[in-house]
């Protein structure tokens, strides 16, 4: 299964709208990675809306994703995270800090475009 | 296997990543138009640049989806159809008449807008 990265514009849009599991969201890991190289992408919305649930190891490797890109020029907003994953996230003592977060797609894109004025 | 749907303002985007089989395709419509209906959108992008191959009932559902939406009130843009797709949809006698395409996701979005203003 592979989660669909849209490109617009200087941006890439992702809306994961499956449930992780682990070998998804290396696949999404790689994917991107690549796309980011190949678009020259200066920007990533990752909008989570449609996941309930996260585990460690899935936050990890979305924490790395968002560490990878940046390293890479691109800078990355997650959005729509929702009670349940923010709650396991805290409960977990992963505080994706430095993430740049948003309540939905449209306000990540303001947020990104925000971060790349700056 | 449901094709994810991204809304972005007043219009939804769809990037096709998977090769479309007479479920997905079903399944497809009826998430569209649900989300068409939910979100009040004015206008819809369906990227197809992933997909490979489409056969005749595929199309025909895809007409369907567009016919349907038009109903609905979103004008629909299908964007990215590879040579091999356009070959086959011409071949099969399949015009897709009166659908807007356009090369790419930005294209497409910028021929919507026009579309609408219309």
């Known amino acids: ?38 678009e020259g992408s200066s920007g990533v919305v990752i909008d989570l809306t449609s996941v309930e649930m996260i585990d460690s190891y899935i936050a990890k490797v979305l924490g790395e994703v968002v560490d990878m890109s ?23 003592g992963i505080m994706l800090d430095e993430v740049p977060t948003a309540l939905d797609l449209e306000q990540g894109l303001e947020k990104l475009q925000l971060e790349l004025e700056e």
Do not use: C
Request: charged fraction near 20%; glycine fraction near 4%; aromatic fraction near 4%.
């Open 70 to 92: 940046n390293l890479m020029g691109a800078k990355v907003v997650l959005t729509g995270i929702q009670p349940a994953v923010a709650i396991t996230l805290v409960n977990m």
């Open 1 to 38: 299964m592979r989660i669909p990265i849209l490109k617009l514009y200087d941006y890439l849009l992702v809306s994961v709208q499956v449930e992780l599991d682990d070998q998804t969201v290396l696949q999404f890991q790689e994917d991107l990675l690549k796309k980011i190289h190949q």
